[in-house]
């Protein structure tokens, strides 16, 4: 098939040799005809040498994602493969029979950029960040039943808030608005039609598996709770007590529901407050709070702003805690790094006047693989702090 070409400035296919899948508009020499967004292409350097096939947007400084490197043809066969490649990750990683609901293709991490594919009990819950993958949904959908016919009741594009020029929800395949998933034998209701997201944060299992640790007897609050994850995995220990706190009122009912569905008349608080006015009022009641903002950053142009604010956060978590307690705290914003990151909770803790040491540093789980070629795909961050008096 023939595909317009991209050719790159000299010098600047150096990044798509080490295997890194975006190229910025800023590296490109020329292009052999005009594109709309979302077109297939295939890059080239300044000597017309092939370094890759993709597809083009001309919405921000990406131009081109590459899907394939070098001279490997872009076929009907490319979703089905990496799919099931993908696949073959994932059951290395789980017991469907304990967890079976996990992401099963996470962008550049999964050698697809811009396509998010998340998998709910024989559910999969498609999301496109990009014009290219959008207009390649039909066939994504073909390769999932093709490859998983044993595992699909139902397709469904979630592409709206993504995607809000473009992008739409509609089933691409089956009716199921919603399930049971099972996570390390823990139950919980997802809905990908209501829910954030698409319907569940799958990243801090392995998170929310580490702060079970922490809690048998232990008085445990919940911030921005959402689902009530970490709740449910706090209980599951045999917390004493478990508060989740989210401004949104539906949130906290889904907390309280997905309590009900595991540990039904146990002890568990759901409140529908902001997290700051809460732990203001609530001093020192709790020996184990969680801090897991939404991202506080969506662009660059938001860093500072989203930096003094995980600085609040954080202090008024540290002076909320009862001594001798843990502190969770979390940044899923991209643009705050680890370094930023850390340096903001070292400067709430100096702020707060307590003594602090860090447990543990935290990612997200292994089904949110991160390329080794783009490390870019590093989003979430965590501490797990000790502090003392």
Known sequence: MEYAVVRLKKGKERSIQRKHPWVFSGAIHSISEELTDGQMVQVVDNDDNLLGTGYFS????????????????????????????????????????????????????????????DFYNNNFVVQAHATGIYFQLKNIAKAIQEAFPEYCETIYCKSAQTLPKTGTDFFLFGTNEKTIANENNILFNVNWIEGQKTGFFLDQRENRKLLKHYSKGKRVLNTFCYTGGFSIYAMSAGAELVTSVDISQKAVDLAAANMELNFPGSNHQAVAS?????????????????????????????????????????IAGMKALAPNGILFTFSCSQVIDDVLFYNTVAAAAIESGRKVRVLHKLSQGPDHPVNMFHPEGSYLKGLVLYIED
Not at 97 to 113: K, Q, S, V, Y
Not at 275 to 303: G, Q, R, T
């Open 58 to 117: 001309d919405k921000g400084s990406i131009a081109v994602r590459i899907l394939t490197f070098g001279n490997e043809a872009f076929s009907d066969s490319f979703w089905k493969q990496r799919l099931q490649a993908a696949w073959k990750l994932r059951t290395q990683l789980f017991s469907l029979e304990e967890t079976n609901a996990f992401r099963l293709i996470h962008g550049e991490g999964d050698d697809i950029p811009g396509l998010i594919i």
């Open 274 to 314: 902001d997290v700051f006015d809460f732990l203001k009022e609530n001093k020192h009641e709790y020996d184990l709070i969680v801090l897991d903002p939404p991202a506080f950053a969506k662009s660059i142009k938001s860093k500072h702003t989203a930096t003094q604010a995980y600085k609040r956060l954080n």
